[in-house]
């Protein structure tokens, strides 16, 4: 009975306090109808099915949207970051940038030039190349969704409110 009302107490103070489940973002209803533009496809697939999850629907062009999220860089890049005694590689640093904003229909800005930058480091042997380039694919896939996410994280503090029929204010919350 005590661990019952325990339960109930704590969950009630979570849903009190705003708490949210990761992945359950509920975006301004200026996002309602995102245009997703960039340079990676994966990125931008990606990006339009989390809003989709967010309850949002992206449109298929820009004339029709109420905000444009422009992926305006995407750069992914391995370094090399170790070699063994004959000059082979043995490890990398995988390092995934991106460089977005977000602009309303009238051009205002609603979120500035904003980069993301993720690197993972792997480790490689060149006896095991067909598992080396799976583990990399997966990284890079890793790297993505967390700059999804981070996107998805910035828009949900986008709110955005009417002052009269001609004048706007974008507040961050």
């Known amino acids: 009975m005590m661990r019952t009302l325990t339960a109930i107490f704590l969950s009630a103070l979570l849903v009190g306090c705003g708490f949210h489940l990761r992945g359950q973002v509920e975006l301004a209803p200026v996002m309602s109808s995102p245009w997703v533009t960039g340079q990676d496809p994966a990125l931008v697939v990606d990006l339009r099915n989390a809003l989709r999850q967010s ?20 750069d992914y ?29 009238s051009g205002r800005v609603l979120v500035e030039n904003t980069p993301l930058s993720f690197s993972r480091d792997l480790q490689y042997r060149s006896t095991e190349l067909l598992q080396k380039k799976q583990e990399e694919e997966a990284l890079k896939v890793s790297m993505r969704q967390e700059i999804v996410r981070r996107i998805i994280r910035r828009l949900d503090g986008v709110a955005y409110h009417w002052q009269g029929p001609d004048t706007h204010r974008v507040a961050f919350v």
């Open 77 to 105: 890049s391995r370094a090399v970051i170790s070699v063994d005694s004959q000059g082979t590689a043995t490890g990398y640093t995988l390092k995934y940038e991106v460089l977005y904003r977000v602009v309303d229909r």
């Open 55 to 74: 309850g949002v629907q992206p449109v298929k062009d820009s004339s029709s949207a109420t905000v444009i999220i422009d992926l305006a860089s995407v």
